[in-house]
C-alpha cells in the first residue's frame, strides 16, 4: 500500500488477555518501529527493527510485551496478561534507510487504540 | 539524555492569523535533526517540516517555517495563514546523527484550535 497499514484500529479486551497488534510498513522500507501515545502524552520509543532483528528492545516496558517482524515486511506487537496501564494507542513507523534522516523520516500509520476493560 | 520540551499544552488562532509553537530540547550532540509531526484525530502522524542541525537556514514548506536557534536549543514552529485543517496536535521530535538516530524523541505536544 501506500502508507504504513496498522490493524486493528481499535480492541477492546479483558485484562489478562493477550492481544496480538499488526503492522504493514511502506513496501521497501527496511526499518520498522513501534511507539506507544498514552493519554495526554507523547510518543513513548517501544523497538527498533533493521530487517527481521530487533537491535533495540529497551523501550519495551516488561517482559509481556513481545515484537517480531518477518520476511523483512509485516511485524506484530503482542502483549500478554493484559494491565489496565496497558491501555494506549499503539503506533507504528517505518523508514526506507537504517538511520533516520531528513530525508528518510519515518512515516507513521494510523495506530491501534487499545483498552484494556 | 536527550529530552524536548513543549511548554504550550494548548494554543489558539483565529482562521488566517499566523501562530508560533514553542520547543526547546536538551542534547549534548552537535549534530542532529529536529521534526514536526501533526497529529489530527485520526490519529496518523503527519510528517510537517524537518531541519538539520548544521543547516543554519531556517527550513520552511509552504505556511510553515521554523526559528531554529541552535545555540538556545529552541525550534519553534509558525504557521502562517492558518486553515481549519491546522486544527491538530503537534508534536516536536528530536533526532541524533549518527549512533543510535533511529530513536525519535518526542515532546509531549500543543493542541493547536483553529476558530473560524
Known amino acids: 500500500g501506500a502508507g504504513v497499514s496498522q490493524s486493528p484500529s481499535n480492541k477492546v479486551t479483558e485484562k489478562g488477555k493477550d492481544v496480538e497488534l499488526r503492522c504493514d510498513p511502506i513496501?521497501?522500507?527496511?526499518?520498522l518501529y513501534w511507539y506507544r501515545q498514552s493519554l495526554g502524552q507523547g510518543l513513548e520509543f517501544l523497538i527498533y527493527?533493521?530487517?527481521?532483528?530487533?537491535?533495540?528492545k529497551s523501550g519495551l516496558p516488561s517482559d509481556r510485551f513481545s515484537a517480531e517482524r518477518t520476511g523483512g515486511s509485516v511485524s506484530t506487537l503482542t502483549i500478554q496478561r493484559t494491565q489496565q496501564e496497558d491501555s494506549a494507542v499503539y503506533l507504528c513507523?517505518?523508514?526506507?534507510?537504517?538511520?533516520?534522516?531528513?530525508?528518510?523520516?519515518?512515516?507513521f500509520g494510523d495506530g491501534t487504540r487499545l483498552s484494556i476493560l | 539524555a536527550q529530552t524536548v520540551t513543549q511548554s504550550q499544552p494548548e494554543m489558539s488562532v483565529q482562521e488566517a492569523e499566523t501562530v508560533t509553537l514553542s520547543c526547546t530540547y536538551d542534547?549534548?550532540?552537535?549534530?542532529?535533526?529536529l521534526f514536526w509531526y501533526k497529529q489530527p484525530p485520526s490519529r496518523q502522524m503527519i510528517l510537517v517540516i524537518r531541519?538539520?542541525?548544521?543547516?543554519?537556514q531556517n527550513a520552511t514548506e509552504n505556511r510553515f517555517s521554523v526559528n531554529f536557534q541552535k545555540a538556545a536549543k529552541s525550534f519553534s514552529l509558525k504557521i502562517s495563514d492558518s486553515q481549519l485543517g491546522d486544527a491538530a496536535m503537534y508534536f516536536c521530535?528530536?533526532?541524533?546523527?549518527?549512533?543510535?538516530?533511529?530513536?525519535?524523541?518526542f515532546g509531549k505536544g500543543t493542541l493547536l484550535t483553529v476558530n473560524p
Open positions: 513507523a517505518s523508514s526506507l534507510g537504517r538511520q533516520v534522516t531528513s530525508n528518510q523520516p519515518q512515516h
Open positions: 513496501s521497501g522500507h527496511t526499518a
Open positions: 527493527f533493521q530487517g527481521n532483528s530487533a537491535p533495540d
Open positions: 542534547t549534548s550532540e552537535s549534530d542532529y535533526y
Open positions: 531541519q538539520e542541525a548544521y543547516k543554519q
Open positions: 521530535a528530536y533526532t541524533m546523527s549518527g549512533g543510535s538516530n533511529y530513536k525519535l524523541t
